[in-house]
Each structure stands twice: as structure tokens, then as C-alpha cells.
């Protein structure tokens, strides 16, 4: 397995742009996870799925960022409108739960610049 | 409100020695904790898992401990490496598998 991949890697857009992140999971996994890490606030989750359901989307700033999964190998974040505060690096992770110790596999991130 | 630290930003020690970083959390009750590997530019790389019911955890060169009641986990590298250079990140996971990261400690190990 080519492990969870992310793209784009990369990601400039300007202020009110709609920015779409994409993530494939590693397949057989249940669980997808969406981070965003920045040197204030560390590494933050933002929403998890099981199964393609959302779980806990408690961790989504506001309505500007929603997230699906309309399939159990992809996943978007999505920013609609962007700000330079949204500017992160964006993780997607996934897993086999709890039953299997749930040790999370990241994927390489996408970096987020807003200006 | 939930809080996990992580006792320091960085950390720096000389090669062979030993390095402890801490892991502490308020108002959680952990199924799981982990510590994960970060290098610059890419995400985090799993290294260690231990479960409340256990004590101590050991792989290679790597130690864990997690101790329920004081609320911390200490994380051990032994006869540490340049290599070893890196941020270290404790996760705490619950039940519902809901993962919570700290914001890590940099190791710098200088040769």
C-alpha cells in the first residue's frame, strides 16, 4: 500500500478563494482523521469519520470548513472562504481502531498558505 | 477542559545519552497514549503504544511509562543518537477513538 496520500501538497491561494484538500486513506482502514498543525496551537483535529460517517466534528473552526467522505477511499477538507489564519499544514490520517491498538498512519500533509 | 503538555519545547543532550521527555493531561481518562516521531516537512511517524492497564513499554532502545493516577507518560530514548533528532508528539486516544495530540518536544542530540 502507497500509504494515506494527500494532495495538492502544496496549496497558495489568496483571501476568499475556496481552497479543497484531498485524501485517499489506506485501504481496509475504517477511520480518517483531519488535522491541521501550526507552531501556536501544535497539532489540532479538526473532524474524524468512522466508516465514512462523521463522528466528532467539534474540532472544525467554523462554517467556512466542512469536510466528507463520500467513499472509503476519499476524503475532502474544504475552506469556502479561505483567510491567512487558515494558513496550516493539513493532515489526514487513518486507522483501524481501537481494536487494533489504533496506531494513526499520516499522510505527508498539504501546506496551506492564504494571503 | 482537556489539556495535554508536553514538558518542554525542546530538549537538548549530548549523543549517548539518555533522553526523557514527559507527557502530562488533565481531564482525560486515555484508553491508549502513543508517542509519535515528527521530522521537518512531514507528518508523524508512530512509534510506541501503551494501554492504561500497563505500566511500562519497551522497544529497542525506546521506553514508555504511563502512570494512570500521576497522569503522565515518560518517554525514554536511550543511548540516544543524532539521528534520534526530531519532535516527539504524546496522543492520547479514548474509547471512541478520538486521538488528542500535545505539542511536542524538539530533541536536538548534538554528536
Known amino acids: 500500500d502507497a500509504g494515506v496520500i494527500q494532495s495538492p501538497r502544496h496549496e497558495v491561494t489568496e483571501m476568499g478563494q475556496e481552497v479543497t484538500l484531498r485524501c485517499k486513506p489506506i485501504?481496509?482502514?475504517?477511520?480518517l482523521f483531519w488535522y491541521r498543525q501550526t507552531m501556536m496551537r501544535g497539532l489540532e483535529l479538526l473532524i474524524y469519520?468512522?466508516?465514512?460517517?462523521?463522528?466528532?466534528d467539534s474540532g472544525m473552526p467554523e462554517d467556512r470548513f466542512s469536510a466528507k467522505m463520500p467513499n472509503a477511499s476519499f476524503s475532502t477538507l474544504k475552506i469556502q472562504p479561505s483567510e491567512p489564519r487558515d494558513s496550516a499544514v493539513y493532515f489526514c490520517?487513518?486507522?483501524?481502531?481501537?481494536?487494533?491498538?489504533?496506531?494513526?498512519?499520516f499522510g505527508p500533509g498539504t501546506r496551506l498558505t492564504v494571503l | 477542559s482537556q489539556k495535554i503538555e508536553q514538558n518542554s519545547e525542546a530538549l537538548n543532550i549530548q549523543e549517548g545519552k539518555t533522553a526523557t521527555l514527559t507527557c502530562n493531561y488533565t481531564?482525560?481518562?486515555?484508553?491508549?497514549l502513543q508517542w509519535y516521531r515528527q521530522d521537518p516537512g512531514r507528518g508523524p511517524v508512530f512509534l510506541l503504544l501503551?494501554?492504561?492497564?500497563?505500566k511500562e513499554k519497551r522497544k529497542e532502545r525506546l521506553k514508555v511509562t504511563f502512570d494512570t493516577t500521576l497522569k503522565q507518560s515518560l518517554f525514554h530514548i536511550t543511548a540516544s543518537q543524532p539521528a534520534d533528532s526530531a519532535t516527539y508528539l504524546c496522543?492520547?486516544?479514548?474509547?471512541?477513538?478520538?486521538?488528542?495530540f500535545g505539542a511536542g518536544t524538539r530533541l536536538t542530540v548534538k554528536p
Open positions: 490520517a487513518s486507522n483501524l481502531g481501537l481494536a487494533e491498538g489504533n496506531e494513526q498512519f
Open positions: 485501504s481496509g482502514h475504517d477511520y
Open positions: 469519520f468512522n466508516n465514512n460517517v462523521p463522528i466528532d
Open positions: 481531564n482525560y481518562s486515555p484508553a491508549y
Open positions: 501503551i494501554r492504561e492497564n500497563e
Open positions: 496522543a492520547l486516544a479514548a474509547m471512541d477513538n478520538d486521538m488528542r
